[in-house]
């Protein structure tokens, strides 16, 4: 059993943090994304704080858990986390992001960024990139772990069923996917554009071992991860319930900051709301 590291309190402020540094980068680079990266914030915030076993020392580390943020365009907040884990400092990814000739583009990628494992993009690609890993971390012998953080909209491709098969006919209890279930994707709210529900029923109907959990309650969070795999020989999946743009009034389940950043004033302002001076 993985036991997470920090109080309740502790990770809330390591969420607040992540969410400092996605309102700033996103506000300085004129990027969009903000909503899908405040959703995952306090899942990411968990599992860099303790969670994930990782050495920022030794970003290459071949014992190492991997993650793989499959919604790739999300990728401010998982930035934001590993500059808070220490894998970089948070001016280096604030000077950096989304900027001409950086690395640290406006979907995630593992070329010259430390910590990140993989490069994502279009989405429906992770849950199989993570299957392949966990499949080869099996394969050596390896006591590590594989998560993967998926979108909901993005389990409207069929790539990521084809994964969702493949992983209980392997046995992958190493493996666990987590999906950001925010409730809305890129043209409107997910039970318009294509209903999922009953989305739990489907995974467990994939042979996978399935837990549903607020995912903006640190104590849900932690002790359902505290308690992976599930069951043995069994993938792991994690449904969390969160709100697009969580933690900032304005943005809260709103469509419009799929797109947007944030200017001058509302950028004040979001950061006013968590207690933070710009």
């Not at 406006?106 to 010259?112: A, F």
């Not at 990521?160 to 994707?185: G, S």
């Not at 969390?240 to 797109?259: N, P, R």
Request: proline share 4%; net charge negative; with cysteine.
């Amino acid at each position: 059993m993985q036991k997470v590291k920090g109080s309740p309190l502790e990770l809330q402020e390591r969420a607040r943090r992540i969410r400092t540094h996605v309102l700033r980068m996103t506000h300085r680079a004129r990027t969009s994304h903000v909503g899908s990266s405040l959703s995952m914030a306090d899942i990411l915030a968990v599992l860099y704080g303790g969670v994930l076993r990782i050495d920022p020392n030794q970003p290459d580390w071949p014992d190492r858990d991997r993650f793989v943020l499959s919604k790739g365009h999300a990728c401010a907040g998982a930035y934001a986390a590993l500059a808070e884990a220490g894998f970089f400092t948070s001016d280096w990814l604030l000077d950096h992001f989304c900027q001409d000739g950086s690395y640290v583009a406006g979907h995630i990628t593992h070329t010259g960024v430390p910590g990140v494992d993989v490069s994502t993009g279009s989405l429906g690609h992770g849950l199989s990139i993570a299957a392949g890993m966990a499949l080869a971390g099996k394969r050596d012998g390896k006591n590590s772990r594989v998560y993967v953080l998926l979108s909901d909209g993005e389990c409207d491709e069929g790539s990521t069923w084809e994964a969702a098969l493949f992983a209980p006919h392997h046995k992958l209890d190493n493996l666990v996917a987590i999906v950001d279930y925010n409730k809305i994707q890129s043209l409107g709210r997910v039970e318009e554009v294509l209903e999922l529900e009953p989305f739990s029923a489907k995974w467990k109907a994939f042979r996978w071992s399935v837990r549903e959990i607020d995912g903006h309650d640190f104590a849900q969070i932690s002790e359902t991860l505290e308690r992976i795999p599930f069951e043995a020989g069994t993938p792991s999946c994690i449904i969390a319930h969160t709100v697009k743009g969580k933690g900032v009034s304005f943005m809260e389940d709103q469509l419009a900051w799929h797109y947007r950043s944030p200017n001058a004033e509302e950028l004040e302002k979001a950061l006013s709301e968590m207690g933070v001076k710009e």
